[in-house]
């Protein structure tokens, strides 16, 4: 056993333990815990925006700056002050400029893009090709993959009532969505089991020094 | 029958304490149960791989803060390690948003000391937080001195050698996305199917089973799902002979075992335990 001297392993040991009784029951060492981890974080990511964006990429360059251009940096700062708006009951409309700017430069960026990677390219991988029934496998998997695709895509249709042939396909789309659902819940069983684990690992190792 | 019934009504604390218990033993004594290596993450490892000697960097992204820390720091770590073992250079990215750039700094610390060689400049540079999340990677297509100005530590990015061979994709052979969160998927959209530069993926487990589709239509090149993904990476690098480290991921795959056969056992036992006490009702 080789405790730990270093006092921000034993803050961060004790504020781990101060969190896990929660599972015991709600108490005032969670909620020191919780409260003060909230408070750091809002802390921690206004002082990081603020010396990674506001300082480098508005400040210098118009402060310190020598080129002419710079004077174009006070458009998005107008812009972007529009946003506290929102505090005036009577002037609260502007804030619809920015957010109108940002919704409309967003969407022009994504749609065709997101199209492009997440609609068509996964379209193209449910396509049956003659290349794939030269292994078993693959071939076998395409042929599962292909009908999972049209039976849950069935399930979804609503425009017209699930009976016939339309409800036996949304039924096996069905039994393809919990196969789903169970891989889902699976992994994420596995992922909070792994958190638990990593806190573990700091206990016994960088803590109490029990385990190498 | 009172049996079942007490376990439906069971306290979950006795079910925490348990999980606790099942997690701390094989932790304090380890078996080494085996980790096999899957294909989406021998995958990875061979592309990588194979970068050295073409004078392609890797860019890694460490998108994930301390939540998600304990699945993709050892990731981080394991690539990390087997770049600078095969002087594969490496950007190493802080992340998209301003929370994850820590995650970074604290993966360096861990690897740096096995690597005593390695010039910083020459062999990896640190790249700090910007702003814009998709329009940092869109930017990045063009010119990464231009986008980030200078590195973490404040250095100009086109006074540093490795930038000046490197600051497009078109010298970025692969970028490794270690993530908690959809990132992959945005670098998916604006970097590969805009610029065409080969996408990894690290992510935690919960978010594995959706990038199975794109693993599958090559989107992704490989992947490493959670604490197991890590572990194969692991072990793939120490099987190549590289300095691995405290093989973080690794050691926590026996407790990770015997909490899911625990977990199986108890969903098992619930749902007979159910069944029998429904049909007892009726």
């Known amino acids: 056993m080789n405790i730990s001297t270093d006092i921000w392993v034993w803050i961060a040991a004790l504020l781990t333990l101060f969190i896990y009784s929660f599972l015991y029951k709600d108490n005032p060492f969670y909620k020191f815990a919780e409260h003060l981890f909230i408070g750091i974080g809002v802390g921690y990511t206004t002082v990081l925006l603020w010396f990674n964006s506001v300082i480098p990429k508005l400040w210098n360059p118009l402060v310190h700056g020598t080129s002419p251009m710079r004077f174009f940096l006070i458009i998005p700062i107008l812009i972007g002050a529009l946003m506290f708006s929102i505090f005036s009951k009577k002037n609260n409309w502007l804030i619809r ?3 109108a700017i940002y919704i409309g430069a967003g969407s022009g960026l994504a749609i065709p893009l997101d199209f492009e990677g997440l609609i068509f390219e996964q379209v193209k991988g449910t396509i ?35 009976k016939g042939f339309v409800g036996k396909t949304a039924r096996v789309g069905i039994f393809y969505i919990m196969i789903a659902f169970g891989a889902s819940f699976g992994y994420t069983v596995m992922a909070r089991v792994s958190l638990l684990i990593g806190r573990m690992q700091f206990l016994l190792h960088n803590w109490l020094g029990i385990i190498k | 029958m ?29 078996i080494g149960m085996p980790v096999l290596t899957t294909p989406p993450v021998r995958s990875l490892y061979n592309y990588v791989d194979k970068l050295q000697g073409t004078g392609k960097a ?5 998108d994930f803060d301390p ?35 820590g995650m970074a700094e604290m993966a360096l610390e861990k690897t740096l000391p096995d690597f005593p060689d390695l010039q910083y400049g020459k062999d990896y540079i640190f790249l700090g937080y910007v702003p814009g999340v998709s329009l940092v990677i869109l930017g990045m297509g063009g010119s990464i001195s231009g986008t980030f100005n200078t590195d973490y530590y404040g250095n100009k990015l086109d006074t540093l050698p490795l930038n ?11 970028v490794i996305d270690l993530s908690g969160s959809a990132s992959p998927e945005t670098w998916v959209i604006y970097g590969y199917q805009r610029f065409g530069v080969r996408i990894g993926v690290g992510t935690t487990a919960v978010s594995a089973a959706q990038y199975y589709p794109m693993l599958q239509t090559g989107q992704f090149v490989g992947m490493l799902g959670g604490l197991k993904g890590a572990a194969e990476y692991e072990q793939l690098i120490k099987k190549a002979g590289i300095p691995t480290g405290r093989l973080e991921a690794t050691i ?3 407790a990770q075992s015997f909490v899911h056969i625990f977990l199986i056992f108890i969903i098992i036992l619930g749902n007979i335990a159910f069944l029998i006490t429904k049909k007892r009702k009726v």
Do not use: Q
């Open chain 1, 97 to 99: 400029i920015p957010i």
């Open chain 1, 128 to 162: 049956l090709t003659k290349s794939m029934f030269n292994s078993f496998i693959v071939g076998f998997s395409s042929i599962v993959l292909f009908i999972g695709v049209i039976a849950t895509l069935v399930y979804f249709y609503f425009s017209k009532e699930h």
């Open chain 2, 2 to 30: 009172r049996f079942f019934e007490k376990i439906l009504k069971i306290d979950r604390r006795w079910i925490f304490l348990i999980v606790g218990i099942v997690v701390i033993i094989p932790l304090i004594f380890p």
């Open chain 2, 58 to 62: 890797v860019m890694l992204v460490t």
């Open chain 2, 67 to 101: 939540s998600t820390m304990p699945e993709l720091l050892p990731m981080a770590c394991a690539i990390l390690r087997h770049c600078f073992a095969k002087k594969i250079p490496v950007y190493l990215y802080g992340g998209l948003y301003s929370a994850y750039v």
């Open chain 2, 164 to 174: 000046k061979m490197v600051d497009n994709y078109k010298n970025i052979g692969i």
């Open chain 2, 252 to 254: 926590g795959m026996d």
